[in-house]
């Protein structure tokens, strides 16, 4: 046998060889078995379809009517604030999912049932085992009649939420109520009775809620009345008692005169310092200027506007203007210009004590602002120093006001609430109406198409992973390249199944040796594969390829005596023997085909030889090779034939025995090919026995049948097999199978002749 790295590189020869890639090789591989096991798709697809139909003609049909509700999106509780109201949110994925599983409620189902009278029909009355034996023993009693009618409502609403679906319109506030049922009528009916029972049972709960909120509110709405008028009763007890005058708009007297003596105290501080400032602008500008007064000195406001500061400025401007004309003109020491300036110093002078009486009125005002500001700032004073004992009280009173403004604000809060629950309570509403009544409820179950398809699908799937199960099970042999992966040996040769009926190669042999015809049947005989009218067929090719490597292996080896063995039997090994010795014999050299299956020995049957002498006679001494030999004149090989007339007991010490070598080590002295028929390995020890006899062993497999897992147990049962193997051969090759698993390579060389 070849080690694991020869293994790897045979492999690697093989796949470099064809030029395919694992990828191609693998698709090959798929659609081989695909073709090759196609009986077992076909198998499962069948029984599939045959289930499916079945299943079509025992089960119902069933109808589904739907109908569509929309959902109130401004659902609000009667207890929510007029700000939650205003705000108009909609309802979120929890509000809609507890409306969904409402519609399921068994509530709503007792409802329909009740309404619809479904406990009196076939399909929801209770059934099964219980209550047939209910029936049976005529359970009516009238102690048992409550229980009876409960298990019926029970049952009733198990079947009805069993043919119930509820399902919400994505990204909307519509809802799906789709009901199932043998009938399409019923369907209908009650998928239309569950929408109003719904709608119902919310304008009930509505109902009762609002009679509840309407009485809480009236209960409380008395109490917050009685609580209100009280703490303002308070209030006026409390001023009483301490003497606290309030104003109209509510604040203390007292606080009022505070307010209004810091107004008038902020606007006499303010008058006080214009009058100080003015004052002081007005002796600044007197003290810089001594006697007279400049005419630009302007600084004080009044000066500006005073009618007699302007008059004589002007004045001033005037003669100003004309002692400049004057002097300029007649000299500045004119009688005239003198004049002028005489004029002009009287017209300062007068000026300056203007100034003085305006600073004189600005100290008397300024007096005036200054005792305004003491007498209210006394005044002040004097308030705060009486109100400090009446600041408790006025805190107090402030915490009753508190109090009662909030007694007011929620008593008038519950009167609105309650007015708002009374409208509810006279105009109920819903919130979820119908949009869309179910009609007549469609098919919807079962779907002839639907399931026919899927039984399809299912029976190509279970046939394709019964194919694949199965292959990766047995590993079965396909290609020449599998051998030469998984076990490291070489395949020396292929044969397609057989298309001519088999031979009967009795007829080619003289007559002295035959008798009339094995009564076995045709499948158990072996075939003649070589026809030499046809010397260029794919057979005839694969028996030379046989032929060439017993020639090559000659070169290094010893190769007289060749072995013709299978894993088991029917492989065909008996049908290649057969016909490697006729066309080596139709060569013209000397073979001599022996017929060592001492348990079963087809080809001394198949040639009619069974009555004849053989190897069992020439063994024990009672006849010479020259008298158990058959020669056949049209193929030109020798025949030694098994024991056909009595099985022998002890085959394997027959095999193993010392005349048996010295017979096979004389034949290698006559023949140049000593071609050996051996039983097959695994059924029985015969190989083991004898396989150190042959120089060479030729390993029979059956395309698609012999598994690596035989071979290679095959090696492990007879070492000496694998050690001197000089090949495996395929045999019965499917040709169309092994051109779509290997491509067209297989009989190129066929098509070539």
């Known amino acids: 046998m070849l080690s694991p790295d020869s293994l790897a590189k045979r492999g690697e020869f093989v796949f470099a060889e064809q030029g395919l890639g694992s990828s191609h090789n693998l698709l090959r591989y798929v659609l081989f078995v695909l073709w090759y096991r196609r009986h077992m798709m076909i198998a499962a697809v069948s029984a599939t379809l045959l289930a499916a139909v079945i299943y079509l003609f025992i089960t119902p049909p069933r109808y589904t009517a739907t109908t569509m509700m929309v959902l109130d999106a401004k659902r609000q509780p009667v207890q929510q604030t007029d700000e939650k109201v205003a705000e108009g949110q909609p309802n979120d994925e929890a509000v809609v999912s507890s409306q969904i599983e409402t519609i399921k409620s068994e509530n709503i189902a007792t409802a329909v049932i009740k309404k619809l009278k479904l406990t009196e029909d076939a399909e929801f009355r209770p059934h099964g085992i219980r209550a047939a034996l209910n029936r049976w023993i005529g359970k009516g009693a009238t102690d048992q009649t409550a229980d009876s009618d409960e298990e019926g409502l029970r049952t009733a609403i198990g079947t009805l939420k069993s043919g119930l679906s509820v399902t919400r319109v994505p990204k909307s506030y519509v809802v799906e109520i789709a009901y199932t049922s043998l009938n399409p009528k019923k369907a209908t009916s ?75 105290l902020a606007r006499a501080r303010a008058e006080t310092t214009l009058a100080q400032s003015r004052l002081g602008e007005i ?26 500061i302007t008059k004589y400025r002007q004045q001033y401007l005037d003669d100003e203007k004309l002692a400049t004309e004057y002097g300029v003109r007649y000299g500045t020491n004119h009688q005239a210009v003198i004049k002028l300036r005489t004029e002009m110093a009287d017209l300062k002078r007068a000026m300056h004590e203007e100034m003085q009486r305006i600073a004189e009125t600005y100290k008397s005002e300024l007096k005036v602002t200054q005792s305004r500001e003491q007498a209210i700032e006394k005044r002040l004073k004097e308030i705060f120093q009486n109100d400090s004992g009446n600041r408790q009280a006025q805190v107090e009173l402030k915490d009753l006001e508190t109090a009662a403004n909030t007694y007011r604000s929620v008593y008038e809060e519950f009167l609105n609430r309650y ?82 009926p088999k031979k009967a190669l009795h007829l080619i042999f003289p007559s002295t040796f035959l008798n009339e015809l094995p009564t076995q049947k045709k499948t158990d005989l072996p075939t003649l594969l070589f026809d030499d009218r046809d010397p260029f067929s794919i057979t005839s090719e694969a028996l030379r390829n046989i032929e060439v490597a017993i020639d090559l292996r000659r070169i290094s080896h010893e190769t007289r005596t060749l072995a013709i063995v299978s894993a088991s039997a029917g492989e065909g090994k008996s049908s290649i023997a057969l016909s490697l010795a006729a066309m080596i014999g139709r ?129 492990k049962t007879a070492p000496l097999v694998g050690e001197r193997l000089l090949g495996v051969v395929l045999n019965k090759v499917d040709v169309a199978g092994i051109k779509l698993i290997e491509g067209t390579g297989y009989a190129a060389y066929g098509c070539y002749a």
């Not at 009762?208 to 209030?235: D, M």
């Not at 590993?475 to 998984?486: C, F, G, P, V």
């Not at 085909?593 to 063994?619: A, H, K, M, S, Y």
């Not at 049209?634 to 048996?660: V, W």
Request: proline share 4%; charged share 20%.
């Open 587 to 715: 060569a013209g050299r000397k073979v001599l085909l022996v017929d060592c299956d001492f348990r079963n020995p087809t080809l001394t049957r198949f040639l009619g030889l069974q009555n004849g002498i053989g190897i069992v006679e020439l063994l024990s001494g009672e006849a010479k090779l020259t008298d158990v030999t058959y020669h056949n004149n049209q193929y030109g090989f020798d025949f030694l034939c098994g024991p056909t007339k009595i099985r022998p007991a002890r085959i394997a010490n027959i095999l193993h025995s010392e005349p048996m070598r010295n017979l096979f080590m004389a034949l290698k002295e006559h023949y140049d090919y000593v071609i050996v028929d051996l039983p097959p390995i695994l059924p029985v020890i015969d190989v083991r026995a004898c396989a150190h006899l042959f120089d060479s062993f030729v390993l029979v497999a059956e395309w698609g049948i012999t598994s690596v897992d035989d071979i290679d147990r095959c090696f």
């Open 283 to 308: 002796e600044a500008v007197l003290a810089k200027a001594g006697d007279s007064v400049e005419i630009t000195d302007g600084a004080v406001p009044d000066a500006l506007i005073n009618p007699v």
């Open 419 to 500: 007015t708002q629950t009374v409208q509810q309570q006279s105009f109920p509403s819903a919130e979820a109406r119908i949009i869309t009544f179910a009609s007549v409820g469609e098919k919807t179950s079962p779907r002839t198409l639907m399931t026919l398809m899927l039984a399809m699908i299912g029976g190509l799937n279970l046939g394709a992973a019964a194919m694949f199960v199965r292959e990766q099970l047995h590993r079965h042999i396909y290609t020449r390249d599998q051998l030469a992966r998984e076990l490291g040996v070489n395949c020396i040769a292929a044969f397609p199944l057989p298309e001519q």
């Open 190 to 264: 009650i998928a239309n009775a569950i929408a109003d029972a719904y709608i119902d049972d919310q304008l009930q709960v509505k109902s009762e809620a609002t009679k509840r909120a309407r009485l809480w509110l009236q209960q409380g709405i008395s109490e917050l009345r009685a609580t209100a008028t009280e703490a303002f009763k308070n209030i006026q007890d409390f001023k009483s008692q301490n003497n606290l005058l309030v104003s109209g708009d509510g604040k203390m007297a007292m606080d009022v005169e505070i307010e209004q003596l810091t107004e008038s």
